[in-house]
């Protein structure tokens, strides 16, 4: 993860943390963080005297198993800890698994100290390789001085954004369960309205086609193409929503969650990872393929007086959530400089 992430910034106490920029990537583009050098045996060996501990949080994916075995390897030879923030045990960009869970294989058991999210993804650590992890949970990523409340609207808005068609992401059977359940709702005399936006590129141009094909005709559904978002941009149509439908077919964790959370948008989802335990309170089940559960979840999701943009009760949810998560933030802090503290002793004594 770059250095200069929100999420390294939220979780960064810069008055007991000094963060080291991102080293440049020989022919890549300026700004390029990918592949990561600082998991490069050479420049860990180059640069071993500016910095005391290595704090991985994704990225890896760059390299094989044995190149990360190389780096700590290499971490231990120095006597530096590596601590490891496990955000996916699935990799949301990739299908196959297999050379993920190897490499989580050999994190996991060189890591000085792991961090999860929640209760459920350490206990699956647990289950799956044997350690336990200390639980930090995901901090805000929206500045202090953001408001959005969203803009009032004339129906109920339910969005799904499936970015650029990632492999995670079910784009053709989430459309086609959304249409369908847009369309009971709509029979049953409901308000309602879906937009399914699109990034102009894609991975999987064949699925886009077949997305635009199913909302073609689906009255009250709506595909917007574009641009990809930036963060503002993004905020700005998260508020506008009554409920935000995740689309994934595997995962761990999930920003967009947190970013929901934050904006008092309701998140629909399906079960996977463990997205339901980071705000169970705001999150609402589906199956991709089951409208009838669909249009149950939306129903549920839509209930709360906050949930509804531009209203008083959603300018008040937002700030009462604002208030909660800067609290949050520092424990997050606190608690990353103690899990730093905590491996530097056990290197020490090691």
Known sequence: MPSSHPYVDAVTDPRAVRLLGDPPVPGAPEGQWWPPQALLPAWLEEHASEFDLVHLHFGMESYTPAELAATVATLRRLNRPLVYTVHDLENPQLSSQDEHCAALAVLTAAATELITLTDSADAEVRREYGRSTTVIPHPTLIASATSHGGTAQTMTRV?????????????????????????????????????VRVNERVRDAEAAASIALLAADADGVTIERGTRLDDDELQRWLSDLDACLLPYRHGTQSGWAELCFDLAVPVIGTRVGHIAAQHPRDFHAFTVGDPIALARAITDATAPAWSTPGSPRRAEEVERRRSDRATERAAVRDAHVRVYRRALRMVAAA
């Open 159 to 195: 969005g799904v954004h499936l970015r650029d068609l990632r492999p995670n992401i079910d784009g053709v059977g989430t459309v086609a369960t959304i249409v369908r359940a847009v369309a009971d709702l709509r029979a049953e005399g409901a308000r309602i309205e879906a937009v």
